[in-house]
């Protein structure tokens, strides 16, 4: 079974409509993660989460919201979607404990089209 | 300027040579590096994490990490068609990690 898991895989809607995107985790993981990933700019930050209480901005947060639900579900959302938030998402998760080498785990993406 | 550069490639080997990949990151505070490889339309899967200046060998894998120089490299000894794919380098700086671009790296049989 998959550690880290996301829903849809793949979702096509149109602008303006309301996109929920959820991870889930088994790993028992506190830190949570999303990410896009578009071609030629690699993995950016949207969002992450340290526990339930915790909720903290990254690099591209404008036209997302989020929400940590328990420790093991994570939810990105889209208020109104817009062509240019079309790429591939990805949750992901990292153990508070093992710093400093605490490698995140992937989830297997969530592919967005905004038509 | 970036957290985490990369040439972004393409990077062509023949098969059974050496392919060597590059990262530079700028926060000198950077607790941990990591090379992730992602196959085109999945996820990154960890290969290597290195905290400590030197080299750290696994398998046909070796990470090498110069602090001093904010530099850390990936080299693949044996080059296998199956590891073509993009290597993402990625360093955590204590609560945030920077992933660079992605370097691609072709290995032709």
């Known amino acids: 079974d998959a550690d880290v898991t996301q829903t849809p895989r793949n979702r096509i809607t149109k602008t303006g409509k309301r996109i929920m995107l959820e991870c889930s985790q088994t790993?028992?993981?506190?830190?949570m993660y999303w990410y896009r990933q578009d071609p030629g700019l690699g993995l950016r930050l949207i969002y992450y989460?340290?526990?339930?209480?915790?909720?903290n901005k990254g690099e591209i947060s404008d036209g997302y919201s989020v929400s940590r639900q328990a420790q093991a579900k994570f939810s990105l959302s889209l208020e109104s979607a817009i062509p240019n938030q079309t790429a591939l998402y990805f949750c992901?998760?990292?153990?508070?404990?093992?710093?400093?080498?605490?490698?995140?785990?992937f989830g297997p993406g969530t592919r967005l089209t905004v038509l | 300027q970036k957290e985490v550069e990369q040439n972004s490639g393409p990077l062509s080997v023949p098969e059974g040579a050496i392919a060597s990949l590059n990262c530079t990151y700028s926060?000198?505070?950077?607790?941990?590096f990591f090379w992730y490889r992602q196959y085109s339309g999945k996820s990154p899967e960890l290969i290597m994490f290195?905290?400590?200046?030197g080299d750290k060998e696994d398998g046909r894998f070796t990470a090498q990490l110069n602090k001093a120089s904010q530099y850390v490299s990936l080299l693949i000894r044996d080059s296998q068609p199956s590891d073509s794919a993009t290597y993402l380098c990625?360093?955590?700086?204590?609560?945030?990690?920077?992933f660079g671009t992605g370097t691609s790296l072709t290995v032709i049989p």
């Open positions: 992901a998760t990292s153990d508070l404990g093992s710093v400093p080498y605490n490698e995140q785990f």
């Open positions: 290195i905290y400590s200046n």
């Open positions: 990625a360093v955590n700086t204590g609560n945030q990690f920077y």
């Open positions: 989460s340290f526990d339930v209480k915790d909720i």
């Open positions: 790993k028992g993981h506190d830190r």
């Open positions: 926060d000198r505070g950077s607790q941990s």
